[in-house]
């Protein structure tokens, strides 16, 4: 399968795959971006020297399966947050300073 670019904050698809892209230079502390309602994927994202993978669930439950010591899978301060947000994930810099922001979303 082929690479597909995506523009930021927009969403792809790819056969049975949809892929959501999201960059920001300047996420404030406390910022939110709200994933695309979910069904079954990951989550990869980035803020300044934090990063981490997510499991993203159907009922927007999200689980950290991998990152950086700041990283948490609810909204917990000090950290780079991917949490649930009903019937999607919502990620979220309270890192504690402006962030510059990656997000890389595939699900189905």
Same mark, same amino acid.
């Given at each position: 399968?082929?690479?597909?670019?995506?523009?930021? +904050?927009?969403?792809?698809? &790819?056969?049975? #795959?949809? =892929?959501? +892209?999201?960059? $920001?230079?300047?996420?404030?502390?406390? +910022?939110? /971006? &709200?994933?695309?309602?979910?069904?079954?994927?990951? #989550?990869? #994202?980035?803020?300044?020297? =934090?990063?981490?993978?997510?499991? %993203?669930?159907?009922?927007?439950?999200?689980?950290? %399966?991998?990152?950086? @010591?700041?990283?948490? $899978?609810?909204?917990?301060?000090?950290?780079?947050? /991917?949490?649930?947000? +009903? @019937?999607?994930?919502?990620?979220? &810099?309270?890192?504690?300073?402006?962030?510059?922001?990656?997000? /890389?979303?595939?699900?189905?």
């Amino acid at each position: 399968m082929a690479w597909t670019e995506i523009l930021p +904050g927009t969403t792809a698809q &790819n056969s049975d #795959v949809f =892929e959501y +892209g999201y960059t $920001a230079d300047a996420l404030a502390d406390d +910022g939110t /971006v &709200n994933l695309p309602d979910a069904t079954d994927g990951f #989550v990869i #994202v980035s803020c300044n020297a =934090e990063c981490g993978i997510w499991n %993203v669930r159907a009922t927007g439950a999200c689980y950290k %399966v991998a990152g950086t @010591t700041n990283t948490a $899978a609810t909204d917990s301060d000090g950290s780079l947050c /991917v949490y649930d947000g +009903g @019937t999607y994930a919502i990620v979220k &810099n309270r890192l504690g300073a402006t962030g510059c922001i990656r997000i /890389v979303y595939r699900y189905n």
